[in-house]
């Protein structure tokens, strides 16, 4: 349904068990982000979604920018995009499990708002716990 299946910014993060396991954006429809990311062979140097081989479920969240203007989509996706993968690791000491590259930019205050309204949004004594069983 759109926005989320047409074309526009969006901030995905896929988590397990209420933790926060990746985060990912896109200006495509989800459908073919998906499709990329768990179908993806290494070709041009992309594996897909990491996790997909490990976990046999995933829950999906998705937020959609409105009114963001065209030329300002792939910047501020990765601005917000590493503004919560930066509080991920600054809450946890850890990057998200399944990250696996990030691209910063420097960030501007709505920037940094909206990665904290996403990162609040997860349970933390769920990613702590997840953490600790993965650790030992």
Request: charged share 25%; glycine share 8%; net charge negative.
């Amino acid at each position: 349904m759109a926005p989320v299946t047409t074309r526009g910014p969006k901030l995905y993060v896929f988590s397990h068990s209420s933790s926060l396991i990746y985060i990912g954006q896109t200006v495509q429809g989800m459908s073919a982000r998906m499709r990329l990311g768990f179908k993806a062979d290494g070709t041009g140097g992309y594996w897909g979604y990491r996790w997909r081989k490990e976990l046999a479920e995933a829950s999906l969240h998705i937020w959609v920018l409105n009114e963001c203007p065209e030329e300002e989509e792939f910047y501020a996706l990765e601005c917000i995009e590493s503004e919560v993968v930066y509080l991920y690791r600054s809450e946890f000491n850890q990057w998200p499990k399944f990250q696996t590259e990030i691209h910063f930019h420097e960030s501007e205050g709505n920037h940094r708002a909206l990665a904290r309204e996403i990162f609040n949004g997860f349970n933390k004594e769920a990613i702590n716990k997840a953490m600790h069983a993965t650790s030992a």
